[in-house]
């Protein structure tokens, strides 16, 4: 991400993160602070509402001040944007108050300290039962690739054996743990999430015998 700053700088390109997933998952100013790395565009999904419909870009005020067809008036100098849910003042006050509950960094603290428990967990129960998983993400956020070795970009995570995804899927789904998606898994830990939680996951995930299903 630094080398693509560098880049974008040099050629002065825009550069756009998507943290609809990162922000405020990995830091309250998500990847970005996380990282060190600014971006010139944002885009955030509803975690900007605390769960409520909502979405935003965000970014330097000399590329958002094109929405501004008063001072932009013509139709290439200027750029469209509408929403249904602009401005919305519920969403908008979730947000704050989700902004305000992070502050203390104790709920990213402790989700962190969960997935990295997790992504150990689950590294061993495959190593031992001798299923062929690469287990990525960071924080708080953790997929499973069932692959030998970590996939390094999307084509390498297509690649993933599907059908291994999916008994996984069933497999977990049987002892009532439910996790995005059946073809790629994802796992989300969240505050509500406790120690005795990630035990469960990881030896049910012990459990999984391919051979099985």
Do not use: W
Not at 34 to 56: E, M, N, Q, R, S
């Amino acid at each position: 991400m630094q080398g693509l700053r560098e880049l974008t700088t040099k050629y002065g390109t825009v550069l756009i993160f998507d943290e609809v997933i990162t922000g405020f998952r990995l830091a309250p100013g998500g990847a970005q602070q996380h990282y060190g790395v600014v971006a010139d565009i944002t885009i955030l999904g509803k975690i900007l509402g605390g769960g409520f419909p909502i979405g935003a870009l965000c970014g330097r005020r000399d590329v958002f001040e094109r929405l501004d067809h008063r001072r932009f008036g013509g139709k290439n100098e200027r750029v469209f944007q509408g929403g249904t849910f602009s401005a919305n003042p519920v969403s908008l006050v979730a947000g704050i108050e989700t902004l305000k509950a992070l502050a203390d960094g104790s709920v990213h603290r402790e989700v962190d300290r969960l997935g990295t428990l997790l992504c150990a967990g689950l590294a061993d129960a495959f190593r031992t039962s001798g299923v062929a998983a690469a287990i990525t993400g960071i924080g708080s956020a953790i997929g499973v690739h069932f692959r030998t070795g970590a996939p390094r970009n999307a084509r390498e995570a297509a690649e993933d054996d599907t059908g291994l995804a999916r008994a996984y899927f069933d497999h977990m789904r049987d002892r009532h743990i439910a996790y995005l998606s059946p073809g790629l898994p994802h796992m989300f830990v969240s505050a509500a999430h406790t120690d005795r939680d990630i035990e469960a996951f990881v030896a049910a995930t012990a459990a999984f015998a391919p051979e099985d299903h």
